[in-house]
């Protein structure tokens, strides 16, 4: 079975600009979650989708936004980007229900 | 929210040594994972073990539920262990709440 697949891998964007990531689960997989790890905050929920719909949130501001399609790909937007987005962005794949989550190679954004 | 400590912070063996890590966390939990972080960033699950003691080859876990905390035991280490090991339980579903990592290099 293929693995989770983000991309692009790599991204650099100005301040103001928006941005979209994409995550593409395992097979048979229908909950995706979103992370952002900085060397200040670490590792950080974002928000979890299952069968498209939004299940869990972090604390994040509204600039950041996701969908699900019916596939299960995702995707998460962010409007507006400040320096303090720059980070890696991973998603993680999971059949939906207390079990291990797998995560993939992650999207290193950079914000100039 | 849940709140999670791991410790030591940073740890330097000699390869060959034996070393624990440990999770501390602030409420119950029906999921944990242990993870190791590659230099290239990507996140490898360990272990998926809300309860009770997993083996993988020189890897093992131990997580104590009732008393919130859980171990991670690296045997025989190698150079290829060397990186940054998180816990990450969750008290829903799949909202994992990463401690700050325990940072491993193993010398040669």
């Known amino acids: 079975k293929a693995g989770v697949t983000q991309t692009p891998r790599y991204l650099i964007k100005t301040r103001g600009q928006q941005v979209t990531l994409s995550c593409s689960p395992i097979?048979?997989?229908?909950?995706v979650s979103w992370y952002q790890q900085t060397p200040g905050q670490g590792l950080q929920f974002l928000f979890e989708?299952?069968?498209?719909?939004?299940?869990n949130k972090g604390n994040f501001p509204g600039r950041f936004s996701g969908r699900q399609f019916s596939n299960s790909r995702s995707e998460m937007n962010v409007s507006t980007l400040e320096l303090g987005d720059s980070a890696l962005y991973l998603c993680?794949?999971?059949?939906?229900?207390?079990?291990?989550?797998?995560f993939g190679p992650g999207t290193r954004l950079l914000v100039l | 929210g849940i709140q999670v400590e791991q410790s030591p912070p940073d740890l330097i063996l000699q390869e060959g040594a034996n070393s624990t890590l440990r999770c501390n966390f602030s409420d119950s939990v029906n999921n944990l994972q242990w993870f190791h972080q590659n230099p290239w960033g990507q996140l490898i699950n360990l272990f998926y073990?809300?309860?009770g003691t997993k083996q993988n080859g020189r890897l093992s876990a131990t997580t104590v539920a009732t008393e919130r905390y859980s171990l991670l035991y690296i045997s025989s280490s190698q150079t290829t262990d060397s990186g940054v090991y998180f816990c990450a339980p969750s008290g829903g579903y799949n909202k994992l709440i990463f401690g700050a990592g325990t940072r491993l290099a193993v010398h040669p």
């Open positions: 073990i809300p309860s």
């Open positions: 097979s048979g997989h229908r909950s």
């Open positions: 989708y299952f069968s498209e719909t939004q299940r």
């Open positions: 993680a794949s999971s059949g939906g229900g207390l079990e291990t989550q797998y």
